[in-house]
T-cell receptor
């Protein structure tokens, strides 16, 4: 079973920030939070990951609460190309790094 | 650098037939994975491999076998296909890089759409 809970769908106006929440209340100390997205029927694409500090890269920012029980993925200026299903995954750092995808959040960016 | 490729892209099987799906990666990655995705669902891990000659079961391994004879290839076999195996199959690979970098990301192939009638 997926260890995360995400809203099934969200809308965001083009050019505005998209804030996608994720609950992972049972996260363990050695588990990272990963975010992937899947555009249409393509293979998932890595976005960002983090352990406890906030992270930022060219695609997005990841905000993890101090207790690590939830996180938020922020797309600062959403475009129509960001319309996709976004998956929040927690995974340990041991070998194998198995990912358990839930059903994710379907983000629709509206013109 | 082709990344992760999957063969074939589409296939239709009759119940009871067998087939092998091929995944190839040219990034010298140690870890490889096979997932399936049913309509409206997230991906579920079938089998994975942490290196050449090794395989391990994932979340939904029943009805599938895998082999990793060469580091760059990961094969998924269906010995006797069933309609319940109609799905999109994704292969992924990743390196053994530092967790502080994005080298822990999994790179996914384009998928194989399999229909079992």
């Amino acid at each position: 079973d997926a260890k995360t809970t995400q809203p099934p769908s969200m809308d965001c106006a083009e050019g505005r920030a998209a804030n996608l929440p994720c609950n992972h209340s049972t996260i363990s100390g050695n588990e990272y939070v990963y975010w992937y997205r899947q555009i249409h029927s393509q293979g998932p694409q890595y976005i960002i990951h983090g352990l406890k500090n906030n992270e930022t890269n060219e695609m997005a920012s990841l905000i993890i609460t101090e207790d690590r029980k939830s996180s938020t993925l922020i797309l600062p200026h959403a475009t129509l190309r960001d319309t996709a299903v976004y998956y929040c995954i927690v995974s340990p750092t041991n070998t194998g790094n198995q990912f358990y995808f839930g059903t994710g959040t379907s983000l629709t960016v509206i013109p | 650098n082709a990344g992760v490729t999957q063969t074939p892209k589409f296939r239709v099987l009759k119940t009871g037939q067998s087939m092998t799906l091929l995944c190839a990666q040219d990034m010298n990655h140690e870890y490889m994975y096979w997932y399936r995705q049913d309509p409206g669902m997230g991906l579920r891990l079938i089998h994975y491999s942490v290196g050449e000659g090794t395989t391990a079961k994932g979340e939904v391994p029943d009805g599938y076998n895998v082999s990793r004879l060469k580091k760059q290839n990961f094969l998924l076999g269906l010995e006797s296909a069933a309609p319940s195996q109609t799905s999109v199959y994704f292969c992924a690979s990743r390196g053994t890089g530092n967790q502080r970098s994005s080298s822990y990301e999994q790179y996914f192939g384009p998928g194989t759409r399999l229909t079992v009638t």
